[in-house]
């Protein structure tokens, strides 16, 4: 999957470096979106490895992990789909937590992706909450 995911990231680069500024704005536009999503989508497989990766291993946490941050970096991958839906995302302040990040992230990805998907017709309106029970934190929308 890496090599493929490479080639398109390396294209939409080449493409953006020999025609930005040569074609109208929309393009330029269009172009970068594609060059971002391209490398939104090598991070997103990166992030998936050490996924696999850490689930095989010791459940150990290096760091904090500032879930507020995590969820500014998914809402960069559902820009597109958000803006498309005319979607509303909001949250609570969430919590720092001790997890591997990638975890926090693929929770927050799952939430917001179906969130976005198993909808009405009408604009999805997404709250992303947090909530303490018994000295555990519960996510959720």
Known sequence: MREPIRIVTIYSQLFEKKY????DEQADGFIQHTVEAAQRLEALLDDLL???QTA???????????ANACLANTLTV????????GA???SDSLPVLR??????QQLLQNLIGNGLKYRSEAPPRIHISAEKDCGMWKLGL
């Open 78 to 85: 559902f820009e597109s789909a958000i803006a498309q839906s």
């Open 20 to 23: 930005k500024g040569s074609l």
């Open 50 to 52: 050490a996924y696999t």
């Open 99 to 104: 997890v591997n990040e990638v975890h926090i």
């Open 56 to 66: 095989e291993g010791p459940q150990t946490v290096d760091s904090p992990v500032d």
């Open 88 to 90: 509303a995302v909001t």
